[in-house]
Every structure is written in structure tokens, then in C-alpha cells.
């Protein structure tokens, strides 16, 4: 292998699917919400492939994001599919829990579309360039929603026959997860493989290494999904270039080329005495952040920002309820600097109270227990902990009903009785209770 081969590859793209979260108001600023889709990124990636000439394009897994969604996904595939091979370049993936049903079927229908490991097997192609082999990809796909079992330890067992080339994996897996239920595969099973480089699906957040290091000089991680499809997956997402040398190394690079981003910044309200101040101050700090992630690189046409509200501000109890009543809906989508359209995808109260929570605790009313509870949820010890299990054990009942069922199996699913995530939610709404307690107080208070 005399020359470089440039291959692109391709996280979870979930065709079928729209990204939430964006607001409908966001066409008046002229950007059409259909070229903020999965479909949409892909078309890009496209683009990016061709001009690029690069070999092959390679998918892991989740293409498509369900059965049901097929018919509606088989369009942007066939169409994306048949422009990489009319360039002469290859199309080669796996199937991931997603789209275990789903891609076996497209791939019978779309000429060319090469599907890797159907049925929960490994198998292997090489990619030829000037007539010569210069990489090999080996894949594994699903063969059912739910597998628990390491797919690479199948591997270890039955290895492919040696190849003269570099080795890239191609796989759907939940890296790092003990008994999972999809695909759970550990780091030095990876590592015993040999292999020059694992590519990994399932992850939306990206997590390959593009320097390296030197314990894992090779490259092994997450490419992250085509494009954030929810406020919670931020961040810069897109395709990966990925560069072989003639002697073997291989180099990486993200190509953000997602054309709706997700970021969550902290704005200080601190100081504001009047509700009507919040606005403009909102409006000013998500033009300041995105005038400077401009200055990184690559803009995306939409930026939706989750804003957590910190300070202590005197108007702590307007804001709170402006907050809680949803208000800051009502703040459309702006265009900044002729080049990105920001919008507010979600408002929250990380606020501090202006009162002396100790002074509130010396006494022995409603509010000096709660402000004794909320001092006590602050802390690290035995009581807060007792503190946690005691609303753990009162939740469990409500959160272990089976129509919250669906929700474990969301893409982004996390413990919601988490010791964290149980001490957020309980000094949120304990600090908006006593707030609320205290001004009642005040204005029963003769003037």
C-alpha cells in the first residue's frame, strides 16, 4: 500500500426521525426545520464523500430508527446510496438495535448497499484501490433488539483469517457496560482483537481520540450520532474522516457539519432587580456564545441553547415564577450576525435565594424545617444520604409503574433516583417552596 485511503465514517443516524426540541417559529427566521433532520445531515455527508473521494462510507449501525420507520427512511437512503456509488464509492455497514429489522430489508432493496455480520455473525470486506487491497473493514450487526452477550468475544474465539492491511472494526456495542442488554463489550476485549482501529456505534456523544495516546495509540470510540436529535446530546457532531497512511497509521478528524447544534450555557442573572431585565440579558449572552463558537470553525444553521439561570438576584421570586410559568417560550428564534439562528430550547433555575438559610433554620416553623432539610441536602454525609433515601423510596412507586416503562429505553435514558439527580430536583423545588413561603410571610406582614 503506496498511497493514503480516506474513508468516511458514519454514527448513528436514525433515519425516520426528526431532532426535538425545535421550535416550529424557527422558518420565520428562514430556516425550513426539514434541513435540521437526520436526512438532511446525511445528504451533507454525502457532499463531504464525494468531494473528498474518499473510498468508502461506512455506517455504525442505528441507520434507520425503527422498523416502522423503513418506508419513510428507504427515500434519503436509496437516493444518498446510490450518489456515493455512482462516484465509485463504496457503502458498508452494520445493523444496530435500532434498526436490527429494518436495515436487513433496505439492504435487499438498495443495489450495492453492503450489510456487514447479518444475523449477529462477523464477517469482513476490503476495500481495493487502484486494483490493490489496502483496508479491511470487519463488521458485526445485530441479530436481534436485545443481545447481552459480547459479540467480541465471538470474535476472540473465531478471528478472521490475518490480513496484510490495516484492520478497521465496524461495530454496534455498549463499550464498558457489565450484563447490558445491548451489545455489552469491554475495553481489552477491543484491545485483544488487534485490530488498527474500532469504530463504534450506539453512543450519541462522540468519543474517539483524534491525538491518541500513549497507553491506546490506536484509535477505539464513539463516532456520536450524525446530528444532535435532542437538547441533551451537545456539542459538535458529524461525520468522521478517517486516514490511512501507506505504512499503516491512521488519523481522524470530525467534520461538524450537523446543521442544528445543542449547547447549554450558564447565564448570571445576579444583580437584576426588575423581570423585565431577564430578557435582554438572555438575549445578550446567547449572541456573545455564539459569536464566539463562530470563531472556532464551521457554523450550523440552528443553536439551541439550554440555559441554566445561576445568581442571586434580587427579583429571585418573579424570575422563578417566569421560569416555572414557561415564559421564556415566548422568546423567538434571532438571527445572529447573518449566519446562525439561536433559539431557547429550555430555561431552568439554578438561582441561589438572597435569604440567610441558616438565619430561616433557627426556627421551628414550616420554613425553618424545610431551610434545615435544604442545608442538610447540601451536605455530603449520613443525614443527606438517609435524606435521598427516604424520597427514593416514597418515587420508586411512581417511577416503577409500567407507563414510565418506555422511558428507560429511550436513547438517553439515566437514573432519574440517582443520588445526583434526586438532590438537584429536591433543592430546585425545596428552594422555590421556601422562596415562595418566605415572600407569603412578608406580604402577611403589616407594613
Not at 421 to 427: P, Q, T
Request: charged share 25%; hydrophobic share 40%.
Amino acid at each position: 500500500m503506496n498511497e493514503k485511503t480516506l474513508i468516511l465514517a458514519i454514527g448513528d443516524v436514525h433515519l425516520g426521525t426528526a431532532c426535538s426540541g425545535i421550535p416550529s417559529a424557527i422558518s420565520e427566521q428562514g430556516v425550513d426545520p426539514k434541513e435540521l433532520t437526520p436526512a438532511a445531515a446525511l445528504r451533507s455527508a454525502v457532499r463531504l464523500a464525494i468531494d473528498r473521494q474518499v473510498a468508502a462510507v461506512l455506517f455504525a449501525g442505528d441507520v434507520v430508527e425503527s422498523a416502522n420507520a423503513r418506508f419513510e427512511a428507504l427515500a434519503p437512503l436509496e437516493e444518498s446510496v446510490r450518489r456515493l456509488l455512482e462516484a465509485g464509492i463504496e457503502v458498508v455497514a452494520v445493523a444496530g438495535n435500532h434498526d436490527v429489522e429494518a436495515l436487513p430489508r433496505l439492504a435487499n432493496l438498495i443495489d450495492g448497499f453492503k450489510l456487514l455480520g447479518a444475523g449477529g455473525r462477523w464477517e469482513e470486506v476490503m476495500l481495493p484501490r487502484a486494483g490493490a487491497p489496502q483496508v479491511q473493514i470487519v463488521g458485526w450487526s445485530f441479530g436481534e433488539k436485545r443481545v447481552r452477550q459480547s459479540p467480541v468475544a465471538q470474535l476472540l474465539k473465531e478471528p478472521p483469517p490475518s490480513a496484510a492491511v490495516p484492520r478497521i472494526g465496524l461495530l454496534h456495542c455498549d463499550l464498558g457496560a457489565s450484563g447490558g442488554h445491548y451489545a455489552p463489550v469491554r475495553q481489552t476485549e477491543l484491545d485483544d482483537a488487534n485490530f488498527d482501529a474500532w469504530l463504534l456505534g450506539h453512543i450519541h456523544k462522540p468519543s474517539l481520540d483524534t491525538q491518541g495516546s500513549r497507553t491506546r495509540p490506536r484509535p477505539c470510540g464513539y463516532l456520536g450520532s450524525l446530528v444532535g436529535l435532542d437538547p441533551s446530546e451537545t456539542g459538535p457532531h458529524g461525520p468522521w474522516l478517517v486516514e490511512v497512511s501507506g505504512d499503516g497509521g491512521i488519523k481522524l478528524e470530525q467534520v461538524p457539519l450537523a446543521p442544528v447544534r445543542w449547547e447549554t450555557i450558564e447565564v448570571s442573572v445576579g444583580g437584576i432587580e426588575n423581570i423585565e431585565d431577564v430578557c435582554d440579558r438572555l438575549l445578550d449572552e446567547a449572541k456573545k456564545f455564539a459569536q464566539e463558537m463562530g470563531r472556532g470553525g464551521r457554523m450550523p444553521a440552528a443553536l439551541g441553547l439550554r440555559v441554566k439561570l445561576t445568581g442571586s438576584p434580587t427579583a429571585y421570586e418573579d424570575i422563578r415564577r417566569w421560569i416555572e410559568g414557561r415564559k421564556w417560550t415566548l422568546l423567538a428564534p434571532r438571527l445572529v450576525d447573518d449566519t446562525v439562528v439561536v433559539f431557547f430550547s429550555k430555561v431552568s433555575d439554578a438561582m441561589e435565594l438572597v435569604l440567610d438559610m441558616h438565619a430561616i433554620a433557627s426556627g421551628d416553623d414550616p420554613a425553618a424545617l424545610l431551610a434545615k432539610s435544604l442545608l442538610l441536602l447540601s451536605e455530603e454525609n449520613d443525614q443527606s444520604r438517609g435524606l435521598l433515601a427516604s424520597a427514593r423510596e416514597q418515587l420508586e412507586a411512581i417511577t416503577g409503574q409500567d407507563v414510565w416503562s418506555p422511558v428507560a429505553e429511550h436513547r438517553n435514558a439515566s437514573d432519574p433516583l440517582s443520588d445526583d439527580a434526586l438532590r438537584d430536583v429536591l433543592l430546585r423545588s425545596g428552594k422555590a417552596a421556601l422562596s415562595a413561603m418566605t415572600a407569603s410571610l412578608a406580604e402577611r406582614e403589616p407594613q
